[in-house]
């Protein structure tokens, strides 16, 4: 079945640790993103990327890197300079940026919970 | 920056009720997402309007753009539809406009 798989699910971290969230999608979209929701809050975009090798902060980029190497794969950091990383975060890709302008079409993984211990 | 305010927080419904969420923005837009979290967390796009309505199954989806406001509607709950359904806005055309702006969500209990 195609779909976006998000790993792992569940992830504990110590303070100073950087830590890697996977995400690969087998939908054959260019454009994938990454999103971070807090309790109460409304999901705010940290990067997206239109295509391989190619990506942009979002709203909350500070303390994150990503890459794309891969068409199918958008890997995000969640780097030791993120002041707050405790957070449930959410990949989505689209076919292409503008596909989301014009059908909606934006899927999303399970997402990944990580706690800062 | 656009406000997009949904009401509801909470609602919980019996079984075989006709349910409604509510969700208004304060700036213009070019579109409005519903989405669908289920309690693992995961996302489901429910419908995208631009106008008027749109229908899938027992969900219902209407956009006042005057208004700037729009309404889900569940005919006929079930315990399945309970889930945090998500409201979104699209700014209007242009640079940036395929960034959403999300509301804080509205939790669904229904009970059998």
């Known amino acids: 079945d195609g779909g976006i798989t998000q790993s792992p699910k569940y992830l504990f971290r110590k303070e100073g640790q950087n830590v890697t969230l996977s995400c690969e999608q087998n939908?054959?979209?260019?454009?994938m993103y990454w999103y971070r929701q807090d309790p109460g809050q409304g999901l705010r975009l940290i990067y997206y990327?239109?295509?391989?090798?190619?990506?942009q902060k979002g709203d909350i980029a500070e303390g994150y890197s990503v890459s794309r190497e891969k068409k199918e794969s958008f890997p995000l950091t969640v780097t030791s300079a993120q002041k707050n990383p405790t957070a449930f975060y959410l990949c989505?890709?689209?076919?292409?940026?503008?596909?989301?302008?014009?059908?909606?079409?934006?899927?999303f993984g399970e997402g990944s919970r990580l706690t800062v211990l | 920056k656009n406000e997009v305010e949904q009401s509801p927080q909470n609602l919980t419904a019996q079984e075989g009720e006709f349910i409604t969420i509510n969700c208004s923005y304060s700036?213009?837009?070019?579109?409005l997402h519903w989405l669908q979290q289920h309690p693992g967390g995961g996302i489901v796009s429910l419908f995208m309007?631009?106008?008027g309505k749109k229908k899938h199954g027992r969900l219902i989806a209407t956009i006042n753009i005057q208004e700037k406001h729009s309404s889900l509607h569940i005919t006929a709950s079930h315990p399945r539809d309970s889930a945090v359904y998500i409201c979104?806005?699209?700014?209007?055309?242009?640079?940036?406009?395929?960034?959403?702006?999300f509301g804080k969500g509205t939790k669904l209990s229904v009970i059998p």
């Open positions: 989505a890709s689209s076919l292409h940026l503008r596909v989301i302008v014009v059908t909606g079409e934006l899927f």
């Open positions: 939908l054959n979209h260019d454009a």
């Open positions: 990327s239109q295509i391989v090798n190619d990506f």
């Open positions: 700036v213009g837009i070019s579109a």
């Open positions: 309007l631009s106008s």
């Open positions: 979104a806005v699209r700014p209007p055309s242009g640079a940036g406009s395929y960034q959403l702006t």
